[in-house]
């Protein structure tokens, strides 16, 4: 490795951990192979009304001679706004050119919010529209999808386990395009019952609605805090359609902290690359926020 890469890799991985220590659980790592890692931000962190996720992927040249590579993912932004912010971003980067700047960035997106839920303007209507669009695409869903064909179409992929500590992660994969079938996934998975015994079963799974150009997802974290979010969140950003990724934790007795999260979504995501259901993290990072979506989240206590 050259000295210069070997400095700026160095300068990156002290840039990482400062924003996992500043942020805690706003701070994701998606992938760390590939350097790809997101922070959800806020305007007020106990009663948000605008929220913005931030998702960057770091160049071998950063801080050096490259800016990071950033995908601002928000429902509301959008034209000017969005432009706005952009150009915010890219003129803290010309300013500090050869710095580390994601702290600057997300402060930068934090004091945005924080004005425009100052302004006199509502917050985002965003749940009344998804539960309508969510409705309305699961009834079309529903109807398409018959009982025979389902059955059909049901197939498994199971990946390796890996252990850390004594705990012991498993991703299992199924193809799904309606939402009996996620139903008919778990319900068959449970069947086996080491999978069953699994202290924790995460998963997520995003159907492509054709009609509407839309997705129709969800996600469950069977007591693992944020561990649901995450994996759909990781599902999103590779950009993946009409599958389920469940993953299986057997807990150790020895806490992870935020490792759990790490062997969590790269469980997920090498089956999901395994089964070529993704692009390269370049092609996915350059295709997320394309596709409209509609998501709804569950949050249960951490183990």
Same mark, same amino acid.
């Given at each position: ?7 700026? @890799? ?20 998606? @992938? ?45 932004? #959008? ?54 669009? @969510? ?21 498994? @992929? ?24 996620? #139903? ?8 086996? #019952? ?17 009609? #509407? ?91």
């Amino acid at each position: 490795m050259a000295e210069g890469d070997a400095g700026s @890799d160095q300068r990156q991985n002290e840039e990482i951990e400062a924003m996992a220590a500043i942020y805690g659980e706003e701070w994701c790592v998606i @992938d760390d192979c590939a350097k790809i890692f997101c922070i959800r931000i806020s305007d007020d962190i106990d009663d948000p009304k605008w929220t913005l996720c931030l998702q960057v992927m770091l160049p071998n040249e950063y801080p050096g001679t490259a800016p990071p590579i950033y995908q601002l993912n928000a429902p509301w932004l #959008k034209g000017q706004e969005r432009a706005d912010l952009s150009n915010s971003l890219e003129e803290i980067y010309i300013q500090n050119i050869g710095e580390s700047i994601l702290y600057l960035w997300v402060e930068k997106i934090r004091d945005v919010l924080i004005q425009k839920s100052q302004m006199t303007e509502p917050g985002p209507d965003v749940k009344k529209k998804t539960e309508e669009e @969510d409705v309305e695409c699961e009834d079309d869903l529903i109807l398409a999808c018959q009982p025979e064909s389902s059955l059909k179409a049901l197939d498994f @992929d199971i990946s390796e386990t890996r252990t850390d500590r004594r705990s012991t992660f498993q991703a299992h994969l199924a193809p799904v395009v309606c939402p009996k079938q996620v #139903k008919m996934v778990l319900s068959k998975l449970y069947e086996n #019952k080491k999978i069953a015994s699994a202290t924790h079963n995460i998963y997520a799974y995003r159907i492509y609605c054709e009609d #509407k150009q839309t997705f129709l997802q969800d996600c469950e974290d069977d007591g693992e805090t944020a561990a649901g979010g995450r994996l759909l969140h990781l599902m999103e950003i590779l950009n993946v359609k009409n599958v389920m990724v469940v993953v299986s934790r057997w807990y150790g007795g020895i806490l992870l902290g935020p490792d759990r999260f790490k062997h969590i979504n790269n469980c997920a995501r090498n089956i999901l690359v395994e089964k070529n259901y993704t692009n390269s993290p370049e092609e996915s990072s350059k295709a997320l926020g394309k596709n409209k979506k509609v998501r709804k989240d569950k949050k249960r206590n951490e183990h």
